[in-house]
């Protein structure tokens, strides 16, 4: 039985209805500022707007797809689980010992961003680098809770 489940995953604004309504803006957009070119004789000006548009566009769903991705951590009688799901669905897992597992909260330096670091036998684990300072503080203290609570004998 669980101990301790979370799922971590990056906030996304847009969902699959909202990229839709992006990306036809966008192409309205597009639409209303190509047949302006070539009104005005510009015509090269529509194969531009149109590879801009595209990459908009293109962008625009890669970052949708990133939303897929997400990290699960369980913590049950076998130790801890750490489960990343990428954004086409592909699984890596890593099992960390608990007995001895360190939980600290590494703040971002501007160049990486911060993260959860755990650390057990000389391994060391990054999670949660998508959530906020928040979020990282609040889940590395319901972490060690449930550490705490595992490392508990039963006595009954």
Do not use: N, Y
């Not at 000006?45 to 801009?52: I, L, S, T």
């Not at 797809?65 to 890593?94: H, K, P």
Request: net charge positive; aromatic share 6%; hydrophobic share 55%.
């Amino acid at each position: 039985m669980p101990q301790f489940h979370a799922v971590l995953t990056a906030q996304r604004s847009l969902g699959a209805r909202g990229l839709a309504w992006a990306a036809g803006l966008l192409c309205a957009f597009a639409v209303v500022t190509t047949a302006l070119f070539l009104v005005l004789g510009a015509w090269p000006v529509a194969g531009f707007v149109g590879v801009e548009i595209a990459g908009a566009v293109l962008l625009l769903v890669l970052h949708h797809q990133a939303g897929r991705a997400r990290e699960e951590l369980l913590l049950d009688s076998e130790g801890l689980t750490v489960t990343r799901i990428d954004r086409r669905g592909r699984r890596a897992e890593v099992r960390l010992q608990p007995a001895w597992l360190r939980v600290a909260v590494q703040k971002g330096d501007g160049a990486r961003a911060g993260h959860v670091q755990l650390a057990s036998h000389g391994r060391t684990l990054a999670v949660g680098a998508f959530l906020t300072e928040e979020e990282r503080a609040e889940l590395a203290a319901a972490l060690e809770q449930a550490l705490a609570r595992w490392r508990q004998p039963a006595f009954c």
